[in-house]
């Protein structure tokens, strides 16, 4: 990864940037047609990852530029949602590493937050982000398989799961 990329946890200064980025990718990359009324973790953050026990961790350019997000929603003392994993498309791929560290310091928070096991929906058509997943060690799982239920989108959704 470039040395130039701070992985760190999300500040509420970064809440713009972080909905332009998310709803970017959605809509002009996935067509998925989302807003962010349909995405209400996205205007408080805080409240929603944080002060639930979960972080919102971003990646950010040395300008201050946020070009990634990874969130870990804690939905039981021992169980974690992935959500918001979004990569800006000129910093994706192994040679930049952006993903790779923001997963990194995921599961870095997870493990020492004692979380088990980590779940987390993504579009169906998402299948470069199915293959990351499938190498980092989550299997997908039927709608059924999950552990809690917990809001999100339906978009053609696929399930996967990690035991740590």
Known sequence: ????????????????????????IQNDEFHLGLSICDQRDLEDIDSYYLKGGGTFLVAATPEGRIVGTIGLLRLRPDLGVMKKFFVAAPHRGSAQGVARALYAAFLEFARSADIRQVVLDTPAAATRSHAFYGAAGFVQIDRSELPMKYDFPERDTLFFSLAL
Request: charged share 25%.
């Open 1 to 24: 990864m470039s040395a130039a990329i701070d992985v760190r946890l999300f500040r509420p200064a970064d809440s713009a940037a972080v909905v332009d980025l998310v709803l970017e």
